[in-house]
């Protein structure tokens, strides 16, 4: 077990995090929001509704380090794709390995809102459609600072090794197909410890989480410009990026 | 564990197999399920693997068909240490993980004969989640569920199994599914556990006191928490479950949180650590020990030394039991004296709104009235789909599912028809209350075996062959026959209600004293079973009925009743129920009542004030004069009600002159809901046509909003805020029954497509649709095309709507399209989710394509002719 000396590898680590704010200018963005006049009831329904998924929502996560496996991918035939040591996991994908490149370990991370955040959105899907919008704009937002602890979290352990790390990269994007979602969540035994399962067509449930992979290295990477846009399958279509904007700060 | 006496069919109505007799291994294991001697399980497989160089992510079951002598090799060190079960490495050797790496079979009879070879006294074989979610939160129904575990609970009988372990469990219907999979198809003793978090809730809101409400009911032999946190913090989850737990409980902790040192995962809980808070929870009433994540054969070790120098376990004092049903998410508990509230307002009988719902499948004001009732302090909600004219069964099973959406009230299953209850709870997340069954031999042998089977709480009727018995004996004696029943069955007392059926004062006079007579002699010759009563029927056919009413529930619960089937709107009723809650003690030092009662006097004060709602009676007034004029007549006050005041200030009465209509209009453009049902209501009053209202007012005012969303001066959230208003405006006409004359524009199929789980673009059109008048089927989402063309064909659909998310789901959105094309060709189709576009549209089919919700409604014009009737 060579793999295990290498530096920053660490097992399957479980968090909750307290959020207590929700950035509104993000949720309004999230809704399609461009500097339309706001009623008073809008603004305080809006303010109602993203206070309700602070209370119903309990942001966990989980997250681990794992060396690589050699050879893979250094043979010739193999397809191109990253291998993790002490999983049964490969990423497959030329851009993957791109964003993996040099790494001298490889973390997973998985975060969720819990099945409170689904009862809910079931609940307004039922009964209140436009609350279900609002509370549906306020959870995206209320993830993505979830995932944001859970990476702090791992940037914690990284510089604790001297190691940097590079910007999360999910499942989707560019040729990381979502079939690695089952492998990547049983390395993390996420479905366990999260409670986040997969549907048929590897669509996470609760529908509020997220999966991400990142490289650690020993030198800072050199990072993205503008983000994850370049290798998002959604980016042609998305209405963020119609305007100017990002899904992440 | 004999059968009950009464000769039973061999199946249930539904068809599924009956509980077989149990098979149990020896005398030890027999006493262990009587909670008369102790029994230590295994620890952890998965963590001694890893040690032996167990990738994570691996499939460990695969193990016992590649390295069956590394699986021995663990169970012995366990059998070793002084387990005398040990569990099989089948987790998760189920179809759906398994994915056609090996048969479940193989797997289960390599794992047996792993765990045989080590020598235990007996061997449990493990069952764990299927790794998917069930409906309605996932995508898995709970008959695919229920197969999955049934070839596995098959298997691990054929193979050689004592026992199964049904372990690690979040969701109670999920765990439900492998029990009933594990009694309808072996003779095998069923331990189920489940995992908790730090909440104290499993990751679906589960507590340990209804974990053990609903399973020991269910008829698992033995209960209890796997896995969740380390022993100290699983102590007090599991001492929570000891009281509500009607068989042994079992305690498997992990032993801590995984460490790393040097390259090694380690525990962070030591053995001598682990068997301290082991100590103190068989103090607590648990009865089997055992270990998961991270334990060793040396904490077993020590669990089994600590159990040497036990005295065998007294048995649990039974004292008198509390009344308990519960949702996934609610418990509802009633000692002995105690009184509850069953909200009885989901029920068709003589409602004409409910009526409506029920037939036309729009459930909203079903689900409001369930939402209403749960605010109002109903404990449990009633649920009856009986309407002649539509699949009940259905009905049943859709109402289950979104109230249990909406509301974390247990339900009561009221049918009269065995078959529908049975759907009904056997996938029930919880343990439900069954209305009903009768001193009929037919119901009783139909019924009472459903309760039992499934766990139910059950309401027995003092009716039988000869009717309703006039006097209070004669009701006793149909309860006697009930409950003899029910005994026989082994069902428990607490979970037999008996309604001595209210009859009115009216036709009877004597009726009011006898029915309160019958709860007394009920409650004192049947000791332990409880009572409920539809209370309003008391008062049918005499005037002012809610006094009538609140009296005699007063009277009943001074007569013993415990739970009243009621309308927990009407304040009067619940006024009564928090009185009472103050004589009997269950309130206790009066807290509650203080609390909702001490601002009460001033309150009605206020409330005897009238105040003048000068904003309606300015439309209203307005309304009128619009009117007059149009009729070219002058209003004067003799020609006006009276309500139209003298006093309205004239700034209230005249802004820009502005007409009642424009006002809706605006309120609509501004999205608010509530002037629009004011002003709409006022028009209505003044004699208002509701066409008209829908056509000049309503519709143009939408079709304004829609032209602002599409300029961009208008967001979503102002979209739909206008359609909500406009929607409390058709329901205004809608309530009125004004709505006779309006023809629905047409019949629309939505659905979100198989495999994808967005629906919030789908709800968005659905709710602007029926907002202009389209009668909208909604699917939901995940949807099997040939559901949705069985729909189309089933209503003739001329327009369907599909809705991806996923580039993933695209292939699907295109496969309904090309059946419908096939089977339904009259159908249009238009399409619309965040990954399509117009050439995306074309590609796979589709007729159109909607680039947003206001889109979808020009087209449904297009197609289905707005303006037509």
């Not at chain 2, 090996?102 to 007996?122: K, L, M, N, Q, W």
């Not at chain 2, 968005?764 to 189309?792: A, C, H, K, S, W």
Request: some cysteine; overall charge negative.
């Amino acid at each position: 077990m060579a793999d295990a000396q290498v530096r920053g590898i660490i097992p399957p680590q479980r968090a909750s995090y307290v959020i207590d704010a929700i950035d509104r200018g993000e949720v309004l963005r999230y809704l399609g929001y461009r500097g339309q006049a706001i009623t008073p009831e809008l603004d305080a329904r809006i303010d109602t509704v993203i206070g309700t998924c602070l209370e119903e929502c309990q942001p966990r996560g989980i997250w681990a380090v794992f060396g690589r496996a050699d050879a893979q991918g250094g043979e010739q035939g193999q397809p191109e794709g990253v291998a993790l040591a002490g999983a049964r996991l490969v990423l497959p994908g030329a851009d993957i390995a791109r964003h993996l490149d040099g790494a001298c370990a490889i973390a997973l991370m998985s975060v969720t809102l819990g099945m409170a955040s689904e009862r809910a959105l079931q609940r307004l899907a039922l009964t209140n459609p436009m609350d279900q919008v609002i509370f549906d704009a306020a959870a995206n937002a209320l993830v993505e600072r979830a995932a944001d602890a859970a990476e702090a979290q791992l940037v914690a352990h990284a510089h604790a090794q001297g190691l940097y790390t590079n910007d999360r990269y999910a499942p989707g994007y560019g040729d990381l197909p979502l079939t690695v979602q089952a492998p990547l969540l049983d390395a993390l035994d996420a479905r366990k410890a999260l409670g986040v399962t997969l549907t048929p067509s590897n669509m996470l449930v609760p529908s509020k989480s997220e999966t991400a992979v990142l490289g650690l290295f020993t030198q800072p990477p050199a990072r993205r410009e503008g983000g994850m846009c370049g290798v998002c399958a959604m980016s042609d279509f998305c209405t963020l990026r119609s305007q100017g904007l990002f899904c992440r700060r | 564990m004999s059968d009950a006496a009464v000769s039973l069919p061999t199946t249930t109505p539904a068809g599924h197999r009956w509980t077989r007799s149990l098979r149990v291994a020896d005398e030890h294991l027999s006493r262990v399920l009587a909670g008369e001697e102790r029994l230590v399980f295994d620890g952890a497989m998965g963590t001694q693997l890893q040690a032996r160089g167990l990738a994570a992510g691996e499939t460990p079951e695969l193990l016992c068909l590649s390295n069956p002598d590394q699986i021995t090799e663990i169970h012995a060190a366990y059998v070793a240490a002084g387990s005398e079960a040990v569990t099989t490495n089948t987790f998760g050797a189920n179809r759906l993980k398994l994915a056609g790496q090996a048969s479940v079979d193989e797997i289960f009879a390599a794992a047996i004969a792993c765990a045989r070879a080590a020598g235990p006294r007996y061997v449990a074989a493990d069952i764990g989640p299927t790794g998917a979610l069930l409906e309605p939160m996932g995508t898995l129904s709970f008959d695919e569920a229920y197969e999955l575990f049934a070839e596995q609970a098959i298997a691990a009988e054929r193979h050689g199994a004592d026992l199964c372990v049904i372990e690690t469990f979040a969701d109670l219907a999920e765990a439900k599914a492998a029990l009933l999979a594990v009694r309808e198809n072996t003779s095998l003793p069923a331990f189920v556990t489940m995992t908790f978090g730090e909440d104290g809730r499993t990751f679906l809101g589960t507590t340990p006191e209804i974990a053990a409400v609903t399973l020991s009911a269910a008829g698992a032999q033995v209960i209890g928490i796997n896995c969740s946190l380390g022993p100290a913090d699983v102590a007090p989850l599991v001492a929570r479950m000891v009281p509500y737990a009607r068989v042994p409980v079992m305690a498997q902790a992990n032993a801590g949180l995984p460490e790393l040192h040097d390259g090694v995962t380690s525990y962070s809980i030591t053995p001598q650590e682990y068997c301290a808070a082991v100590g103190t929870m068989v103090e607590g009433g648990v009865s089997v020990v055992g270990g998961c994540c991270g334990t060793t054969p040396d904490h077993i070790a020590g669990e089994r030394a600590l159990l040497a120098e036990l005295p065998a376990p007294s048995a649990r004092a039974q004292a008198s039991q509390p009344f308990t049903c519960a949702s996934a998410q609610r418990l509802v508990e009633l000692r002995p004296g105690a009184v509850g509230v069953i909200g009885e307002r989901i029920n068709p009988t003589g409602k004409r709104r409910l009526k409506e719902a029920l037939r036309s499948g729009q459930l909203d004001y079903v689900l409001s009235e369930a939402i209403a009732q749960d605010e109002a302090g109903a404990q449990l909600l009633d649920v009856n789909a009986g309407l002649p004219e539509i699949d009940e069964r259905a009905m049943m099973l859709r109402l289950v599912r979104e109230v249990s959406a909406v509301s974390t009230c247990p339900l009561q299953v009221d049918s009269a028809t065995p078959e529908v209850i049975e759907a009904a709870v056997r996938a029930y997340p919880g343990k439900p209350v069954i209305n009903s069954c009768n001193g009929k031999e037919e119901s009783l042998r139909a019924v009472v075996p459903i309760a039992k089977h499934y766990g139910c709480a059950l309401v027995g009727l003092t009716i039988d062959e000869d009717g309703i018995p006039p006097t209070a004996e004669g009701r006793l004696a149909v309860a006697r026959r009930i409950v003899a029943a029910t005994d026989a069955a082994g069902i428990p007392r607490a979970d037999v209600l008996i309604d001595c059926l209210t009859m009115a004062v009216s036709t009877d006079q004597s009726a009011g004293l006898a029915i309160l007579d019958a709860v007394r002699l009920v409650k004192r010759e049947l000791p332990g079973v409880r009572t409920v009563l539809g209370v309003s029927n008391i008062s049918f056919g005499l005037p002012y009925r809610e006094l009538l009413n609140a009296t005699f529930l007063t009277a009943a619960f001074a007569a013993g009743l415990d739970l009243a089937i009621m309308n927990p709107l009407s304040q009067r009723f619940m006024d009564v129920v928090h009185a009472w809650r103050v004589f009997n003690g269950e309130d206790e030092h009066e807290d509650a009542y203080v609390r909702d009662y001490a601002d009460r006097a001033r309150r009605d004060q206020e409330a005897k004030r009238p105040a003048l709602d000068t904003a309606k009676l300015s439309v209203a007034l307005d309304a009128l004069n619009a009117l007059a004029a149009d009729a070219g007549m002058e209003l004067t006050t003799a020609a006006a009600p009276q309500a139209a005041p003298a006093s309205v200030s004239p700034t209230d009465a005249a802004p820009g002159a502005q007409t009642p209509a424009d006002r809706v209009r605006q309120a609509v453009l501004e999205g608010r809901k509530d002037p629009v049902a004011d002003g709409v209501s006022a028009l209505l009053d003044a004699g208002a046509e509701s066409l008209q209202l829908i056509d000049d007012v309503l519709i143009p005012a939408l079709d304004e909003v829609g032209k602002r969303f599409e300029a961009g001066t208008f967001f979503l959230p102002q979209l739909m805020a206008s359609a909500e208003a406009a929607k409390a405006g058709f329901d205004v006409i809608r309530a009125r029954g004004a709505s006779a004359g309006v023809a629905s524009k047409g019949r629309i199929a939505l659905a979100t497509v198989k495999g994808d789980i967005h629906d919030i673009g789908k709800n968005i059109v659905r709710m602007l649709l029926e907002n202009y008048g389209y009668e909208v089927v909604d699917l939901g989402r995940d949807v099997d095309p040939q559901d949705f063309v069985d729909t189309v064909v089933e209503h003739h659909i001329e327009l369907g709507g599909l809705s991806a998310l996923m580039t993933t789901t695209v292939p699907a959105m295109a496969q309904t399209i090309e059946l419908l094309h096939d089977q339904a060709p009259w159908c249009k189709v238009m399409v619309g989710g965040a990954v399509l576009n117009p050439e995306y549209a074309e590609m796979v089919g589709a007729d159109f394509y909607a680039k947003d919700a206001n889109e979808s409604a020009r087209i449904a014009g297009e197609v289905l002719g707005a303006g037509e009737q």
